[in-house]
């Protein structure tokens, strides 16, 4: 099992749409994202990217996220 | 360390009404994933998106419709079947989906369920098993297990649910799945082929409705209704539909059930117009 | 499209079947029905027709799913119309206010018959007129025509398409079991092509298109589905994108132009036909198979030297409210036969506004009325 992923991936999560609803960082199978108790712009609580390095690109946040909050670029893709 | 980013564009965004984001879906409703696994199917599937339209009824299913940026119709209860009938009657060249929730579909919607399954109509049914009627409060419905809770059930349901695929298959649907939201990628799939095969094609997605069946049934986090998820769902392709009826505690048997071809209603149509007098295509 | 099936010529057929025939010489492509008395033949016809002429007929599983499929038909870009009587006309109620809302153009011919309930299915009556006007739920307005025979059963349900396409708007052919089942001789022309209409079409690209566009007037372009636009269309009260808004003011700005699209448009809509008002005493209000009783007692009538005139109505909705407030300060009643206990005589003591009277001459239903009993009604009102 490797231990990073192929090509560094970001973690892009749009505060304005979160609902802090706990998916993401429950059902990332490592540990990369977390809920924190800060609140975001709308008053949700909030979830955060802690360790960015262990995102395997798996995309399951991505994908779980019922508000469509989040999504990974690979490194290339960034500005 | 940690990242905090308001970013412009997701790339789910082109197939989104993004002026009308964030939904009104509450915190951890399976709406949202299921909604994302059908417009990734879409890609998956190869459709063209200005052939795809929407039919939804009426429900927090219902609003599908309005915000995913293809042909979309929110129509009224119970009644984005024959909607979508009529839709792809007169313009086969259509997909036709029709996304909306246990309650409009299988309650008030029933009968025209049993009869577009019957029919064998090309177009592929998501309904969307939250267990009860959540936009109106959380009332019981046709889906919601024996013993459970809601505001028109304060003392337990009384009734017996559905066994969805089971109803449908028998109705004479050719294609049958069931998935929770938490089987993104299985779901996604199940999808696509739903899209791509021609005929009636149904997915019931259970999904997690924290609001208001939750927090009636000891679930108040959308979490818990996904973690009882985890712990239940078995994942059994080919199970006979008979087999799997949810209960409130119980297995939840998830997977690809009914996978079979017959011709559809067009093709028995196609027959028909050979036998008439004057056989002209459009 | 389907022209080249229509029939041309004369023929010996009864007002269900006239009705058909009416829809696929308009261009009629799609029928979804249910079986029901006395609706049932022009189903029938359909179902032998439009597969001749290259169209779709399918029967569906009760009137809400016909409603529902000549909806979606429409939206597909087609020419639909179903058939009924009073049971299935109730049943089709919370989608014809759907058809309203999202202004689907579509043809509902309502074959009616003795209510309430089951009543008398095979017999005849008119007790649905307001439920015409007002059936659905919320406030709007609709158009509703009155066929007097076979033949206009044909020529009413190819001015309900046209109508129907340029306003956006289900229309209701509002005929009765007598005249669905009588056979008479009904003259089938070749329709031209310029004689239909067809509804507005988008003329900007699909970025820029809003599906209830107000800058467009009181009936916006029709975008059709699958044809790139990527619209949304909802129940809802919604804006000019389509989309639900919960607001007071988008509902004032919303039916109040669903409304005035008919309403300020009465006067193209508004069809009667008129003999001997000119110098009429009694004027006979009268519509549907009550009409041609109605116009035999007026020539009795005149016979015995009552002047008396007929105003019969083709279009019963909107009603034609300027023509008998014009009339009523002229005459000394209006005597209104129809087969049900006062429905359309409401609308015709309304706007008399009490310049005259309007009598009214009931029928329960079962049979139509005796040209005696309405003769005796203009000889009472003409003393």
């Known amino acids: ?79 | 360390m940690t990242k905090m980013l308001t970013v412009d564009t997701n790339p789910i965004d082109c197939y989104l009404r993004v002026d009308r984001i964030p939904h009104i879906w509450c915190a951890g409703c399976g709406i949202g994933p299921a909604t994302g696994c059908f417009v990734r199917a879409i890609d998956r599937a190869g459709l063209n998106p200005d052939k795809v339209a929407v039919v939804s009824g009426i429900g927090c299913s219902g609003r599908v419709a309005g915000y995913i940026k293809l042909d979309s119709f929110h129509t009224t209860h119970g009644r984005a079947l024959p909607f979508a009938t009529g839709l792809k009657l007169a313009n086969p060249e259509l997909n036709l989906v029709v996304f909306s929730g246990d309650g409009d579909i299988v309650a008030i919607g029933g009968n025209h369920l049993i009869h577009s399954a019957r029919r064998n109509i090309d177009m592929t049914v998501i309904c969307i098993n939250n267990f009860n009627y959540g936009m109106t409060g959380g009332q019981m419905g046709p889906t919601t297990p024996l013993g459970a809770r809601s505001t028109t059930s304060p003392y337990g349901n009384f009734e017996y649910p559905f066994n969805l695929p089971y109803l449908v298959a028998a109705s004479g649907a050719t294609y049958v799945a069931r998935w929770t939201v938490l089987h993104l990628r299985e779901l996604e799939r199940s999808i696509a082929e739903a899209l791509a095969k021609p005929g009636f094609s149904f997915i019931e997605v259970l999904s997690p409705c924290p609001t208001v069946y939750g927090r009636q049934n000891k679930l108040p986090r959308g979490l818990d209704e996904m973690h009882s998820y985890q712990e239940r769902s078995i994942i059994r392709d080919g199970a006979d539909p008979k087999d799997v009826e949810l209960s409130l505690n119980g297995p939840i048997v998830v997977g690809k059930f009914v996978d079979i071809e017959r011709p559809t209603l067009w093709d028995c149509y196609q027959q028909m117009l050979t036998r008439a007098s004057k056989p002209k295509k459009r | 499209m389907s022209k080249d099936g229509a029939l041309n010529g004369e023929f010996f057929i009864n007002g269900d079947i006239a009705c058909a025939e009416g829809a696929i010489s308009a261009g009629c492509w799609f029928f979804a029905g249910y079986p029901i008395t006395p609706a049932t033949e022009v189903a029938e016809r359909m179902s032998e027709r439009l597969p001749q002429v290259g169209g779709v007929f399918i029967q569906m599983e009760d009137e809400i799913a016909s409603m529902n499929a000549v909806l979606g038909a429409s939206w597909a870009g087609v020419k639909a119309m179903t058939a009924t009587s009073g049971p299935g006309f109730s049943l089709m109620m919370e989608n014809l206010g759907l058809g309203v809302m999202l202004e689907t153009p579509c043809v509902v011919v309502n074959v009616q018959r003795a209510g309430p309930s089951t009543g008398l299915p095979t017999l005849v009556a008119q007790g649905d007129m307001m439920q015409a006007r007002w059936g659905a739920h919320g406030h709007y307005e609709i158009i509703a025509l009155v066929p007097d025979s076979p033949q206009e059963m044909f020529d009413l349900t190819i001015l309900a398409f046209n109508l129907s396409e340029q306003y956006r708007v289900p229309v209701l052919l509002m005929a009765d079991e007598a005249v669905g089942h009588m056979s008479e001789k009904v003259v089938i022309p070749r329709i031209n092509s310029k004689d239909l209409v067809d509804r507005p079409r988008p003329k900007v690209a699909p970025e820029e298109y809003l599906p209830y566009d107000s800058r467009e007037g009181l009936v916006p372009p029709m975008a059709i589905a699958g044809g790139g636009y990527r619209f949304h269309v909802t129940g809802l009260t919604h804006d000019d994108r389509g989309y639900p808004v919960m607001t007071a003011e988008a509902q004032d700005k919303l039916v109040r132009r669903l409304v005035d699209k008919i309403r300020l448009n009465a006067k193209d809509i508004i069809r009667y036909e008129e003999v001997n008002v000119e110098d009429a005493e009694v004027i006979v209000v009268s519509y549907g198979i009550s009409a041609r009783v109605a116009r035999y007692a007026v020539q009795e009538a005149r016979d015995e030297g009552i002047k008396a005139g007929l105003l019969r109505l083709i279009t019963v909705w909107p009603f034609a409210e300027d023509r008998i407030r014009k009339l009523a300060p002229k005459v000394k009643a209006f005597v209104v036969p129809e087969i049900n206990y006062g429905q359309i005589v409401r609308e015709v003591e309304r706007c008399a506004a009490g310049k005259a009277r309007a009598r009214l001459v009931p029928h329960m239903g079962g049979s139509v009325h005796l040209p005696e009993t309405i003769l005796e009604a203009i000889r009472e009102e003409a003393r």
């Open chain 1, 1 to 79: 099992m490797a231990e990073k992923a192929p090509k560094p991936v970001k973690v892009h999560i749009d505060v304005d749409r979160c609902k802090g609803c706990g998916y993401c960082a429950e059902f990332c199978p490592r540990g990369v994202l977390k809920m924190t108790d800060e609140l975001s712009p709308k008053g949700y609580d909030m979830v955060k990217v802690v360790d960015e390095t262990k995102c395997l690109g798996c995309g399951l946040c991505e994908a779980i996220c019922p508000e469509f909050g989040i999504y990974l670029t690979t490194e290339e893709k960034e500005e």
